[in-house]
């Protein structure tokens, strides 16, 4: 049996992870800093009772999703689509970003989370059910979904249509 993890390994392990779906969640760096401590007070507050047959990861990431939905429950339910206030990777275009955004925030709240989970987080879909009540399939399933919107969104087709118009 391997030894419990600590508090400092779990943020070695997730804390960058932590604050990318966090920045992702709320668009504001400040913000993401600010509750991705306040994620890390609760893994230690919890450590007493986590059960160590459970995926760390999933945990953390269980722990990390309540925090963004209470620190948004007082915003507007829909996250607006505006660009990150930190430097935007490097696309060839650099209206990719932007138009990533736009289509993300466009998403239904539920699979926003669900594609930042899996594409940021880096979580499986065991993981991601854990960390939402949803059954694996359900993730699956709502994944495929999501993604689907949002080939349609990023689609060169749709970015030609909107040069035309």
């Avoid at 466009?106 to 899996?118: G, I, K, M, S, T």
């Avoid at 059954?135 to 349609?152: E, G, K, N, P």
Wanted: glycine share 4%.
């Amino acid at each position: 049996m391997k030894p419990a993890p600590t508090a400092a390994d779990l943020y070695c392990k997730h804390g960058l992870a932590v604050f990318r779906f966090l920045r992702r969640m709320t668009r504001e760096t400040a913000v993401a800093e600010d509750l991705t401590q306040e994620v890390f007070l609760r893994v230690v507050r919890g450590l007493p009772e986590y059960d160590h047959r459970e995926r760390s990861r999933a945990w953390v990431f269980r722990i990390a999703r309540n925090v963004a939905t209470d620190a948004l429950r007082g915003v507007s339910r829909r996250i607006e689509a505006r660009p990150l206030d930190v430097d935007p990777p490097v696309y060839e275009n650099p209206m990719t970003g932007l138009v990533l955004d736009e289509a993300l925030a466009a998403l239904p709240d539920l699979d926003r989370e669900l594609v930042l989970l899996r594409e940021i987080a880096g979580l499986d879909y065991e993981e991601i059910a854990s960390t939402t009540g949803l059954t694996a399939d359900a993730v699956r399933m709502r994944l495929f979904r999501a993604r689907s919107t949002l080939r349609i969104a990023l689609s060169p087709r749709r970015d030609q249509a909107l040069r035309k118009a």
